[in-house]
């Protein structure tokens, strides 16, 4: 095996800001209309320090633990940092999640939504929220099922007095992402919904092109991770 990283996350940075800036120009989308997340789950503390000192400041975990013992105090140390929670969330750990959170991207079953508009509430805290779908209704994997994704939206804002602020999708491995994009900019369209997460290292050019709004970027900044686990 050689070296684990070929290119510092500094350097890393610097050629997806010019990437992403370029993509958006020929899609004739203001940069400010896309939020890079520099998802930082398994990277070790020295490199997120390096994309730091770079400038970025809004990162994804996908671990609640995870992200309890590196976030603190990074966030402590720089005021301005985002940190959006990307993974499967347990409703036990929605306190957790709201309190340390400032976004959620996988809000997909009415248990976890009462569990989080309660701990919204007590803790005064709104992270914003995103409704993660299922969009290629893969057994294994979290998320409201397509046709599902209505009537949830729904019963978020109605029956939890949820702020819907996005919908997010993690597209089936072994097939072309396009038509999952183009579904998930459906669903928000129909559902006045204004915010997309979509697009991940291999992807993310595409998912622009379907109106991405928050692209999640790990190997493409960071590297590839030591012990990639499937992300479900
Ligand atoms: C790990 C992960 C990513 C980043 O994946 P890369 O292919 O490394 O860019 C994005 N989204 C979710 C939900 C993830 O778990």
């Not at 998802?39 to 990162?59: D, H, M, N, W, Y």
């Not at 072309?176 to 997309?196: E, G, S, T």
């Given at each position: 095996m050689s070296a684990p990283y070929k290119e510092s996350p500094n350097a890393a940075l610097a050629r997806l800001?010019?990437?992403?800036?370029?993509?958006?120009?020929?899609?004739?989308?203001?940069?400010?209309?896309?939020?890079?997340?520099?998802?930082?789950?398994?990277?070790?503390?020295?490199?997120?320090?390096?994309?730091?000192?770079?400038?970025?400041?809004?990162?994804?975990?996908?671990?609640?633990?995870?992200?309890?013992?590196?976030?603190?105090?990074?966030?402590?140390?720089?005021?301005?940092?985002?940190?959006?929670?990307?993974?499967?969330l347990q409703s036990k750990k929605a306190a957790q999640a709201v309190a340390l959170c400032d976004a959620i991207h996988s809000l997909d079953r009415p248990r976890l939504a009462r569990a989080l508009a309660h701990e919204m509430q007590a803790q005064n805290r709104h992270p914003q929220l995103f409704i993660q779908v299922n969009t290629g209704s893969e057994p294994q994997k979290a998320g409201v099922l397509p046709k599902d994704a209505p009537s949830f939206i729904e019963a978020c804002r109605k029956d939890y007095g949820l702020k819907i602020d996005g919908l997010m999708c993690?597209?089936?491995?072994?097939?072309?992402?396009?038509?999952?994009?183009?579904?998930?900019?459906?669903?928000?369209?129909?559902?006045?919904?204004?915010?997309?997460?979509?697009?991940?290292?291999?992807?993310?050019a595409i998912a622009l092109r379907f109106g991405a709004t928050h692209i999640r970027l790990g190997t493409a900044l960071f590297g590839r991770r030591p012990q990639a686990k499937p992300s479900i």
């Open positions: 800001r010019a990437e992403l800036a370029a993509q958006l120009k020929q899609l004739n989308r203001p940069e400010s209309s896309v939020t890079l997340i520099g998802v930082s789950k398994t990277v070790p503390a020295e490199r997120i320090e390096l994309a730091l000192a770079a400038g970025l400041r809004v990162f994804g975990e996908n671990r609640i633990e995870e992200a309890g013992a590196k976030w603190p105090a990074l966030k402590a140390a720089y005021n301005d940092i985002e940190l959006h929670f990307i993974g499967a993690l597209p089936p491995i072994d097939e072309p992402p396009a038509a999952h994009f183009a579904l998930l900019q459906k669903l928000a369209r129909d559902n006045d919904i204004r915010l997309l997460s979509m697009g991940m290292s291999r992807d993310y």
